[in-house]
Structures are given as structure tokens and as C-alpha cells.
């Protein structure tokens, strides 16, 4: 467990439950999508999902860094692991 020691927050508050949560919804709401009758093509579902994941974490890594070192205002001022389950699941999955 002491791998993990550094991506775990500090204490288990309300941004972690927030997280959790809206990961939740964004995963239902992607299966109940995906049940309904297909009209994008598996390749520009993985495209997209790909996308996304860049993105987020591109994103992510520029307000993470100087000059707007936004990270200072959570728990750690580096990523946690509730921003690897924000990168991996929930923001690429909002197409």
C-alpha cells in the first residue's frame, strides 16, 4: 500500500464523493447510450474515447504546472488518484 501513498488524498472528502459520483453517471449514462441503436461505428467510438483521454490529460497537466499551478487548492499539489479516474473514465467518456 505505500505505492499508492502518494496518490491517495489526504482525507476522503467531498471532492472525492463528487468524483465518484459524477463517474457514476457519466458510465450509466454511457452504457444506456450504447444500448440504443448504434449510429457512430465501433473504430470512431475508440477514436473519440482516445480523443478525450489526451485531451483531458493535456488539459490537466497545463493547470497543473506554473504559471496557473491550479493543483495548490486540493489536497496535494500534485495529482491524485481521483484525477486518474477523472482522465480515464469520466472525461472521455462525455461524448
Known amino acids: 500500500m505505500n505505492v499508492l501513498q ?6 476522503f472528502d467531498e471532492n472525492e464523493i463528487y468524483t ?3 463517474t457514476m453517471i ?3 449514462l454511457f452504457i ?4 440504443r441503436p448504434k449510429q457512430l ?3 470512431e467510438v475508440i ?3 482516445f ?3 489526451f485531451i483531458g490529460s493535456v488539459v ?3 493547470l497543473a504546472e506554473p504559471p496557473l499551478d491550479l493543483y495548490d487548492t486540493v489536497d496535494k499539489p500534485h495529482a491524485e488518484l481521483m484525477d486518474i479516474i477523472l482522465q480515464g473514465w469520466t472525461y472521455p467518456l462525455r461524448f
Open 47 to 49: 477514436l473519440f474515447y
Open 6 to 11: 502518494p496518490l491517495l488524498p489526504v482525507k
Open 51 to 53: 480523443i478525450n483521454w
Open 41 to 43: 461505428m465501433t473504430s
Open 26 to 28: 457519466v458510465f450509466i
Open 20 to 22: 465518484i459520483t459524477i
Open 32 to 35: 444506456y447510450l450504447h444500448k
Open 60 to 62: 490537466e497537466s497545463i
